[in-house]
C-alpha cells in the first residue's frame, strides 16, 4: 500500500496538524526520504512527537517505517537494498531518540530520587528487570542504593512497608501490563510518588504516574508476521538518567556544604 493510500484510509484520523505534515511530504517526497525526524519536524513547525503521532496514525511503527514507504514509492527496492534500508532506519531512529532523551529535562526525576528516603525498582520482564539491574549498579557509584521488586511476594511485603518518602521506579515496554497497573493503582491508593519508563505510547501506567519517561523503540518486520522491536533504548536512558543524577547531586551536595 502505498503512502497515498494510507492517507486515504485513515483520513479521518488525521489532525490539522497531521495534514499539514502530509501536505509538505506530499510535496518534498523525494527530499523527505533523506530527512532526519529532526529535519522534517524543524521543516513542519512541529515537535518529533508530532512526527511519531502521525506516523502512527496511519498504522505505522513509527517513522523509520514512514521512510520506508516513502523509499518504496521512490525506487524500486530489491531485497538486498531493502534489508540495507531497514538498518539505516533503525540507526537513524536510534540517533534521533538518543538526541530526544539528552534533551530531556530530569530535574524533576532528580529531585525525587535526591529527596526519598529509599528507591524501589520493579521492572515487568526480563529486559525490564535487566534495565532495572542496570539503574541499581550505576546508582551505587552516586551512593544510591536501589532496591530492585521481584515477584508477588516481594511486591506485596513492599506495598505494606512503602511510604509517601519513598518513590518506585516502574519500568515496563507497554505501559499496559496486568502487573504493572494493578502496582500503580495500589500505589496511588497509598499516594505514593512513583515514575514509569515506557515506549512512547498512550498507555495506562504513565497516565497514573507521578511522572513519565517514554522511549521511542523501533520495530522492524521480517515478513509472515515476525517482527524485531530495538529495545536497547531503555539501557541508553538508564546511563543517561544516571550520568544526569550525578551531576544534579553533586550540584545539591555542594549547596548543602555552604550552608
Same mark, same amino acid.
Given at each position: 500500500?502505498?503512502?497515498?493510500?494510507?492517507?486515504?484510509?485513515?483520513?479521518?484520523?488525521?489532525?490539522?496538524?497531521?495534514?499539514?505534515?502530509?501536505?509538505?511530504?506530499?510535496?518534498?517526497?523525494?527530499? /523527505?526520504?533523506?530527512?532526519?525526524?529532526?529535519? %522534517?519536524?524543524?521543516? /513542519?513547525?512541529?515537535?518529533?512527537?508530532?512526527? %511519531?503521532?502521525?506516523?502512527?496514525?496511519?498504522?505505522?511503527?513509527?517513522?523509520?517505517?514512514?521512510?520506508?514507504?516513502?523509499?518504496?514509492?521512490?525506487?524500486?527496492?530489491?531485497?538486498?537494498?531493502?534489508?540495507?534500508?531497514?538498518?539505516?532506519?533503525? /540507526? =537513524?531512529?536510534?540517533?534521533?531518540?538518543?538526541?530526544?532523551?539528552?534533551?530531556?529535562?530530569?530535574?524533576?526525576?532528580?529531585?525525587?530520587?535526591?529527596?526519598?528516603?529509599?528507591?524501589?525498582?520493579?521492572?515487568?520482564?526480563?529486559?525490564?528487570? $535487566?534495565?532495572?539491574?542496570? %539503574?541499581?549498579?550505576?546508582?551505587?557509584?552516586?551512593?544510591?542504593?536501589?532496591?530492585?521488586?521481584?515477584? $508477588?511476594? =516481594?511486591?506485596?511485603?513492599?506495598l505494606n512497608n512503602i511510604t509517601s518518602n519513598d518513590l518506585l521506579i516502574l519500568i515496563s515496554l507497554t505501559g499496559n501490563s496486568e502487573r504493572a497497573v494493578k502496582l500503580a493503582k495500589q500505589l496511588l491508593v497509598k499516594n505514593?510518588?512513583?515514575?514509569?519508563?515506557t515506549k512512547l505510547k498512550n498507555n495506562e501506567l504513565a497516565r497514573m504516574s507521578t511522572k513519565s519517561i517514554y522511549i521511542a523503540?523501533?520495530?522492524?518486520?521480517?515478513?509472515?508476521?515476525?517482527?524485531?522491536?530495538?529495545?536497547?533504548?531503555?539501557?541508553?536512558?538508564?546511563?543517561?538518567?544516571?550520568?544526569?543524577?550525578?551531576?544534579?547531586?553533586?550540584?545539591?551536595?555542594?549547596?548543602?556544604?555552604? %550552608?
Amino acid at each position: 500500500m502505498k503512502i497515498d493510500e494510507l492517507i486515504n484510509k485513515y483520513y479521518d484520523r488525521l489532525s490539522q496538524n497531521d495534514l499539514h505534515i502530509w501536505q509538505y511530504i506530499n510535496s518534498n517526497k523525494e527530499e /523527505c526520504c533523506n530527512l532526519s525526524i529532526h529535519e %522534517l519536524a524543524s521543516r /513542519c513547525n512541529v515537535s518529533k512527537t508530532t512526527i %511519531l503521532r502521525f506516523a502512527k496514525k496511519l498504522s505505522l511503527k513509527g517513522y523509520s517505517e514512514l521512510k520506508v514507504y516513502l523509499n518504496w514509492e521512490k525506487n524500486s527496492i530489491n531485497d538486498e537494498n531493502l534489508d540495507d534500508l531497514f538498518i539505516d532506519n533503525i /540507526c =537513524e531512529g536510534w540517533k534521533s531518540s538518543i538526541d530526544e532523551i539528552r534533551e530531556k529535562d530530569f530535574t524533576e526525576i532528580n529531585e525525587m530520587i535526591y529527596k526519598s528516603k529509599r528507591v524501589f525498582l520493579y521492572g515487568t520482564g526480563t529486559l525490564q528487570v $535487566g534495565v532495572a539491574k542496570e %539503574l541499581k549498579r550505576m546508582f551505587l557509584y552516586c551512593g544510591e542504593v536501589f532496591n530492585i521488586v521481584e515477584g $508477588g511476594n =516481594e511486591t506485596e511485603m513492599i506495598l505494606n512497608n512503602i511510604t509517601s518518602n519513598d518513590l518506585l521506579i516502574l519500568i515496563s515496554l507497554t505501559g499496559n501490563s496486568e502487573r504493572a497497573v494493578k502496582l500503580a493503582k495500589q500505589l496511588l491508593v497509598k499516594n505514593i510518588p512513583f515514575v514509569s519508563i515506557t515506549k512512547l505510547k498512550n498507555n495506562e501506567l504513565a497516565r497514573m504516574s507521578t511522572k513519565s519517561i517514554y522511549i521511542a523503540t523501533s520495530i522492524v518486520e521480517f515478513g509472515n508476521g515476525i517482527f524485531h522491536e530495538a529495545s536497547n533504548l531503555f539501557f541508553i536512558l538508564a546511563e543517561i538518567l544516571f550520568l544526569r543524577y550525578a551531576s544534579y547531586k553533586k550540584k545539591m551536595d555542594v549547596s548543602l556544604l555552604k %550552608l
